[in-house]
């Protein structure tokens, strides 16, 4: 099993990156997915999540109106496009994968480090 995020970098306040998170070993069609992030000292909070199936999704107050989840069960990967950095997004992003049929399938990737600053 593995998800191998991608995509994380430096960027200005105001930017845009997104985030990739490609999955395998498992089916991913039948897993809810999810990106965290966290910063040190910090818990890892849940950034946005997307269900399997019709892909109900669901964000953090914190990234209304500027992050989009989104999954592509053809290619085994989930999304996050993030618009309008703030400062405030500055972690380590990571995705996280489980499965509807039995919630002890769960699994992390290695995450991601997204820095905004100018």
């Known amino acids: 099993v593995q998800l191998v995020e991608s995509g994380g970098g430096l960027v200005q306040p105001g930017g845009s990156l997104r985030l990739s998170c490609a999955a395998s070993?498992?089916?991913?069609?039948?897993?809810?997915m999810s990106w965290y992030r966290q910063t040190p000292g910090k818990e890892r909070e849940l950034v946005a999540s997307?269900?399997?199936?019709?892909?109900?999704?669901n964000d953090a107050d914190s990234v209304k109106g500027r992050f989009t989840i989104s999954r592509d069960n053809a290619k085994n990967t989930v999304y996050l496009q993030m618009n309008s950095l703030k400062a405030d997004d500055t972690a380590v992003y990571y995705c996280?994968?489980?499965?509807?049929?039995?919630?002890?399938?769960?699994?992390w990737g290695q995450g991601t480090q997204v820095t905004v600053s100018s």
């Open positions: 996280y994968a489980r499965s509807r049929l039995n919630a002890l399938l769960r699994y």
């Open positions: 070993g498992f089916a991913f069609s039948s897993y809810a």
């Open positions: 997307i269900t399997s199936g019709v892909g109900s999704t």
